[in-house]
């Protein structure tokens, strides 16, 4: 890591926390040692450190990445884009504010991110895909996830960029605008709804969880928004 990179980094590092801060109350600790190595994924991130944030907010917990948006640390003189410019977060109204994420029913936010990200990271051009079709749908391990949530396999659906009311889609980084892409659990019959229609089941899915008032946020006890 030359020098220049580690200035960048710094940068990166303090912007990052200054919008964190301007969301929510972040935990002191940063999440990256402290979770267990089966969870954490394959794919590579912008430089070694994998690592997660807990912002705390009145009625709700979001867990965000950390690092998905670190400049690349081969990229010589740190004049291209900051890693993948973005970064996922779960926005979880079922966590106490004062919550452990690593403690029993409490996991299931932390793990799905954590697959999430390695999902992102592995495609490489994530933030491209996102821009090119808005909202995108995947399946992933459903750990610790009520019954509802599962498919038959066990895997939960996720909708990647539903919008929200109150947290700001880009973060400003030293080396441009990283996007901040919200993650959203659906139910087997909201994905059935993109199944069947594709990319116009995803649009009208998007704007039933906003117009039902959930936006990109998650409940484990909310009713599907595309049942009558």
Same mark, same amino acid.
Not at 103 to 131: C, P, Q, S, T
Not at 155 to 167: E, G, K, Q, T, Y
């Given at each position: ?40 994924? %394959? ?29 690349? %640390? ?125 990319? %116009? ?28």
């Amino acid at each position: 890591m030359n020098s220049r990179h580690e200035q960048y980094l710094e940068k990166t590092y303090e912007a990052r926390d200054s919008y964190y801060e301007s969301v929510g109350k972040p935990d002191s600790d940063v999440l990256g040692q402290a979770i267990p190595g089966e969870w954490q994924g %394959e794919a590579a991130w912008p430089t070694i450190r994998k690592a997660y944030r807990v912002i705390r907010r009145s009625h709700s917990v979001i867990i965000a990445t950390d690092g998905l948006a670190d400049p690349f %640390e081969d990229d010589d003189d740190s004049t291209g884009a900051s890693g993948f410019d973005l970064e996922l977060y779960i926005e979880a109204e079922d966590l106490a504010t004062d919550a452990n994420v690593l403690d029993g029913g409490n996991v299931w936010a932390l793990e799905l991110l954590i697959h999430a990200a390695d999902e992102a990271a592995g495609r490489g051009a994530f933030r491209e895909w996102i821009e090119k079709y808005g909202c995108v749908s995947m399946a992933l391990p459903g750990h610790d996830l009520p019954e509802r949530w599962l498919d038959q396999d066990g895997n939960a659906a996720i909708l990647f960029n539903v919008p929200s009311p109150d947290i700001p889609s880009e973060m400003p980084l030293p080396l441009g605008r990283a996007l901040m892409v919200p993650i959203t659990l659906i139910l087997p019959d909201e994905l059935q709804l993109i199944i069947e229609h594709k990319a %116009e089941g995803r649009e009208r899915l998007r704007d039933l969880l906003v117009s039902s008032g959930n936006w990109h946020r998650i409940r484990l006890n909310r009713p599907s928004v595309v049942s009558s």
